[in-house]
């Protein structure tokens, strides 16, 4: 059941993401020609075994796929001609400006907010999709964290920073933000980041065995006990151990949001076996036909405070500019305007 989407702007400053067209199979009460929408690589059958537990959130009918094509096996997209196939990132494929999505991966925005006649602000939108969300979601869906836990957040980008978010609104007592940027310090106390850790300023000078190593500095500020909860947001396979380290003996649970190139990874046995437990989570553990809506309000009611995370904006065409922006350190989050 494919939908046909087309981005296009409405402002130098928004991107809308616009159904052009709907497939035969697709419920015009769902989506029609016009609707603004956000594309979601996950998706919510709200029938399977997953969509009905409250244990996870990735769809058994209309699962994740890795593999760039369609849940069908095929790709709607091609160069020039069909000379050469291309793939779908995700499902998604949002850098173009024509994309062909599955109807169940996309959520529309119309009629949200407290009055129930408008949209969120679009930029607002694209980060809904991912990266915000998703750190948004570990505290609140993934983790479930208690009022008055301790939390450690290691890297503070836009998935970072939700994290720090979720965790201020599920009613954290103290939130350690852990990042070698120490421009971020100013970004993670917006959200509500009680302590910063920078790492570079704790390396020694002359003696490089004897520099600590996150999951130390971490238990450093909790008087060598360590967090309820850690979140890592960067992917980077030696910090997933230093999450899981960083938690409390026990009780600890520490939680993997940022994402990979290594296919494994080394964990301390010991720290595993003392009762802490380290999990994975796609999305934040965020449903989209559920979850999503309750954020775009929150959005609406400006109760997030996404204009922190937006620092720069360039067009389509200057893609290659955004990937120089990342590098940064000023740079939070990079809108790429169709």
Known sequence: MPVSVTLTSSSPKDTQFVVESVGEEVNAEDFKQGDIVIPTFVSECQECENCLSSKSNLCLKYPLTFSGLMLDGTSRMSTVKGQKMLYHLFSCSTWSEYMVVNVNFLAKLHNWGAHGTTTPPLSHASFLSCGF??????????????RGSTVAVIGLGAVGLGAVEGARKQGAARIIGVDKNEMKREKGIAFGMTDFINPENHQSQHDQDHNKSVSE?????????????????TGVASFINEALVATKMGKGTAVVIGTSSSPTLQIDFLS???????KGSMFGGLRAKTDLPILINKCMNKEMQLDELLTHEVPLTDINQAFELLKQPECVKVLIKI
């Open 133 to 146: 969300s998703t750190g948004f979601g570990a505290p609140w869906k993934e983790a479930k964290i208690e």
């Open 217 to 233: 500095l971490i238990k450093d500020c909790t008087d060598g006990m360590g967090v309820d909860y850690c979140f890592e947001c």
């Open 272 to 278: 595993l076996m003392s009762g802490r437990t380290l």
